[in-house]
């Protein structure tokens, strides 16, 4: 009498699993069998679920937690009153899969944000995901992710970034994101990216008299003279 399936050891069982016991046979048939199974990795302390005697050697448990190993072994006994019941068999071990993943993305950390200097024409914008995936974006708000036009340059990691250019002086820039994971879960909500390029401010108001120099005397009479003279400005 021992365990079949699923093997010693094994990860990433389904949360309903199948147990499968080895076939025993015996002078004295039908051989009915009794499981029991384990929270941990021994078969030590109280069991978690049993099966009492049946002749089928599988047996669906009920539904166990995800990530979690557990421990289990199969005795056996034959068709004889009172009944020949075997040892147990050897104790293995499996681990239940993670759960699923059911949740898109979290981004943060979103640049460039508030002023860019006067002059900016350029500009990369960015994310970071707390998953890989894939991100796009664009200019108008609440587009789903399959309609939004641009992909990120760089994306399918956590970080993600594309460069922008045509920018120009005292405009305001609003770029909203969406990702989508390996597992196809995808932001139903925009994630913004917002800033502004400045624009050049007013040009101070002249409070300074031109200076003079260079100055010269020609033309010079009794009754009159020319003076020229040079400023710095008109």
Known sequence: VGNASPANLATGIATSPTLTALTASDATPPVEYYFELYTGASCSGI???????????????????????YAWR?????AVSPANESAFGVCTSFTT???ADMTPPVRS????????SVGTASATISVV??????CKYGTTASTA??????TFMTTGGTTHSSSISGLSNGTTYMYYIRCQDSQGNTNTNDYTVTFQVLAPGPVPADTTP???????????????????????EP
């Open 47 to 69: 069991p978690t679920q049993t099966r009492n005697y049946f002749t089928s050697t599988t047996w669906n448990p009920n539904t166990l937690d995800h990530s979690v190993t």
């Open 74 to 78: 199969v005795k056996a006994r034959d």
């Open 97 to 99: 899969a993670a759960p």
């Open 109 to 116: 950390g979103g640049s460039p944000s508030g002023d860019l």
């Open 129 to 134: 995901t707390d998953e890989n995936a894939t």
């Open 145 to 150: 992710y399959a309609s939004l036009p641009t």
């Open 210 to 232: 031109p200076a003079i120099y260079n100055i010269q005397s020609t033309d010079i009479t009794q009754q009159s003279v020319m003076i020229l003279w040079d400023t710095d």
